[in-house]
T-cell receptor, first 114, second 114 residues
Framework: GAVVSQHPSRVICKSGTSVKIECRSLDFQATTMFWYRQFPKQSLMLMAT?????????EQGVEKDKFLINHASLTLSTLTVTSAHPEDSSFYIC??????????FGQGTRLTVV | AQSVTQPDIHITVSEGASLELRCNYSYGATPYLFWYVQSPGQGLQLLLK??????LVQGIKGFEAEFKRSQSSFNLRKPSVHWSDAAEYFCAVGDNNAGNMLTFGGGTRLMVKP
């Protein structure tokens, strides 16, 4: 079946630094990818839609300058958390639509900012 | 806008007992519905999905779900729970007009007593 690979699975960074998270569709092309954020013991909230060849679409309340999204190719989207702070610590997960009816998720990235 | 409600935040069942996790949705058209399971610190695994046709859907790990349009529900069931089923379960509705962007319910944490 279709596979979406997300790296890294865990990252710890110092406050003020930037962290890049990659999301790759391994055996299919994705012109769109979705980035979700999950706070502890809560559900997944859509942050933004990544579009190949154009700007990402951000959900209301999501800072586009803090969460930089680049859809570099038909198989790769990246989320960069810039100038990270402890409140950015969270579980980030991407998904890529597959065919017309479903989406496959990456394994998720646990970000801890210290 | 679409929405998903999972009324039960926590459920505890004894191993071997039956299970039903509730999910209600709000969506303007025929929904694409999904159930995912998430083990602690892990990504999402698709259990089953409904697009059309037979309203009783069979999934992996012995799970099934029934789509009831009149009740706007898509409850997940399993006849006999195993200790390994302890996890967080998410119901989601997909917007097929938005590249399969998913809206998630709040999740239900399942605990299994020996």
């Amino acid at each position: 079946g279709a596979v979406v690979s997300q790296h890294p699975s865990r990252v710890i960074c110092k406050s003020g630094t930037s962290v890049k998270i990659e999301c790759r569709s391994l055996d299919f092309q994705a012109t769109t990818m979705f980035w979700y954020r999950q706070f502890p013991k809560q559900s997944l909230m859509l942050m933004a839609t990544s579009n190949e060849g154009s700007k990402a679409t951000y959900e209301q309340g999501v800072e586009k300058d803090k969460f930089l999204i680049n859809h570099a190719s038909l198989t790769l989207s990246t989320l960069t958390v810039t100038s990270a702070h402890p409140e950015d610590s969270s579980f980030y997960i991407c998904s890529a639509p597959y065919r017309s009816t479903e989406a496959f998720f990456g394994q998720g990235t646990r970000l801890t900012v210290v | 806008a679409q929405s998903v409600t999972q009324p039960d935040i926590h459920i505890t069942v004894s191993e071997g007992a039956s299970l039903e996790l509730r999910c209600n949705y709000s969506y303007g058209a025929t929904p694409y519905l999904f159930w995912y399971v998430q083990s602690p610190g892990q990504g999402l695994q698709l259990l089953l999905k409904y697009f059309s046709g037979d309203t009783l859907v069979q999934g992996i790990k012995g799970f099934e779900a029934e789509f009831k349009r009149s009740q706007s529900s898509f409850n997940l069931r399993k006849p006999s729970v195993h200790w390994s089923d302890a996890a967080e379960y998410f119901c989601a509705v997909g917007d097929n007009n938005a590249g399969n962007m998913l809206t998630f319910g709040g999740g239900t944490r399942l605990m299994v007593k020996p």
